[in-house]
């Protein structure tokens, strides 16, 4: 039975796939960047609109910030997954950049491109759509889903945080979260994240004199470009040890499961590199060291450093400022406020306490159990979708919100439809017209109870 109705429901899917991507289309057409703060309201009713149907109850739940749209769709079964996405998109600078418009969603090759195609407007859509299918051409859900789709992922998720505390308690009852993010690999194998880095982002700025001066004046007047850069030095080493006291304390060993998990994800080094245009990855790492890295270790960046004068030709100047941005990917258990307390401390004992530190909000690491039903459940669903094994990450190398599900005891995991050239958060994002529909055919697998039956 239950399998007759996933067949039903992928015949549905590709007889609608092309209303399907003309629906995404029109999604991506709404220029909802949140750092604008501009037609999000709008988008989160178009969601709303989408989520309804596809059969869901909807509400438009009201926050300090932008609203989040909830959509509830009851299963044949008492197992309920939450899908975690986002209807604001990345500001789509620099416009220059894009062979056309960003908002103007447009196919070419194959690809459908736009800002928030693979971020995560794409991800969201296939999500509705497989919901969608089942209830039109499957007989039901046979599981119950709950849509949580908020407006504010691209600037931190500052307000999210108020929607899961105050319905905690159901959502806790919840059998698992789909992360809002996944694409295919180099090779086009599906993927798998099963958790987020934390971090730690702060500005640092030294002063000197009330003004910048001739720099001459150099043999009397402390330079702060010198102090910022020496405070700097004492962070990491030329080895890539980060030296804060303290800074690996909490950092959790990866574990037998996580070991055999790095095991099974390929050696992209080589290729890696060579996109970059180097000669080889830091510390020249390859293989099972450079996943184990990549993965399972923190880092410290200087994302950027401003200081005196740095146009065109010489200018002889001392300046007065000095300021460096610097982020630390964190790892579980590190902690981004416990980080900023120990780079404070640690730039007090190394005599910088001159040295003006400011925090910008931080977020959490997660991990979710590569054990957990979940990831055999998704495993099961992509095996039947997909003529190939996902390789399955331990976790995403970037940050998100999801503490505030693990939080709740729930296990996490993340796909989507982007591929490795899916260019996110850079002009000519895309995502493969394939992609979209097979994606959308996972969905409803997942949805499907054989996959929960293993
Ligand atoms: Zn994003």
């Not at 996405?85 to 220059?96: F, R």
């Not at 007989?139 to 500052?158: C, D, M, R």
């Not at 499961?257 to 390859?286: C, F, M, Q, V």
């Not at 039903?373 to 190939?388: C, D, F, N, W």
Request: aromatic share 8%; net charge negative; proline share 6%.
């Amino acid at each position: 039975m239950a399998e007759s109705g996933l067949v039903a429901v992928l015949d549905y899917i590709r007889a609608n796939h092309e209303r399907f991507v003309s629906e995404l289309s029109d999604l991506c057409a709404m220029e909802s960047v949140s750092a604008w703060g501009r037609s999000l309201e709008q988008t989160a009713e178009a969601v709303g609109q989408s989520l309804e149907r596809a059969g869901a109850k909807v509400s438009i739940v009201k926050t300090s910030g932008q609203p989040i749209v909830v959509g509830k769709a009851e299963g044949g079964s008492d197992r309920t997954i939450v899908f975690y996405d986002h209807y604001d998109v990345q500001p789509p600078d620099p416009l220059e950049q894009w062979t056309a418009p960003p908002f103007e969603p447009a196919v070419r090759d194959g690809c459908l491109f736009a800002r928030g195609t693979a971020d995560n407007k794409g991800n969201l859509m296939a999500r509705v759509q497989a919901v969608e299918a089942w209830n039109r051409a499957g007989g039901g859900l046979p599981i119950s889903v709950v849509f949580i789709v908020e407006g504010e992922e691209e600037t931190g998720s500052p307000h999210l945080e108020e929607f899961t505390r105050e319905n905690a308690a159901w959502l806790g009852r919840a059998d698992g979260v789909i992360w809002e993010a996944g694409y295919r690999d180099v090779t086009g194998r599906p993927t798998v994240s099963l958790g987020v880095k934390g971090i730690c982002y702060l500005e640092l700025t030294a002063r000197g004199a009330s003004s910048d001066l001739h720099s001459s004046m150099a043999t009397l007047v402390p330079n702060p470009a010198w102090r910022l850069t020496w405070a700097l030095a004492t962070i990491k080493d030329k080895d890539e040890r980060i030296l804060v006291e303290g800074f690996y304390d909490a950092v959790r060993d990866p574990t037998r499961e996580d070991l055999a998990l790095l095991e099974t994800i390929p050696d992209n080094s080589a290729e890696t590199a060579s996109r970059l245009g180097l000669e080889g990855l830091l510390l020249r790492l390859t293989g099972h060291q450079a996943n184990l890295r990549n993965f399972f270790q923190p880092t410290a960046t200087i994302c950027g450093l401003l200081s005196g004068y740095t146009g065109k030709g010489e200018k002889t100047v001392l300046p007065s400022t000095a300021m460096a941005k610097v982020d630390f990917r964190l790892v579980a258990d590190q902690d981004p406020a416990d980080i900023e307390s120990k780079v404070r401390a640690h730039l007090a004992r190394q005599g910088f306490d001159d040295i003006e530190v400011r925090a910008f909000a931080g977020e959490r690491p997660a991990r979710t159990d590569p054990k957990s039903p979940l990831v055999g459940v998704i495993r099961r669903a992509m095996s039947r979708v997909y003529e190939q094994e996902p390789v399955v990450y331990p976790t995403m190398t970037g940050s998100g919100p999801m503490p505030l599900f693990t939080d709740l005891g729930l296990p996490v995991a993340g796909f989507g439809v982007g591929h490795a050239g899916s260019r996110v958060h850079a002009p000519d994002e895309n995502i493969s017209l394939e992609d979209y529909r097979l994606g959308t055919e996972l969905v409803a697998a997942l949805l499907d109870g054989d996959s929960w039956a293993g």
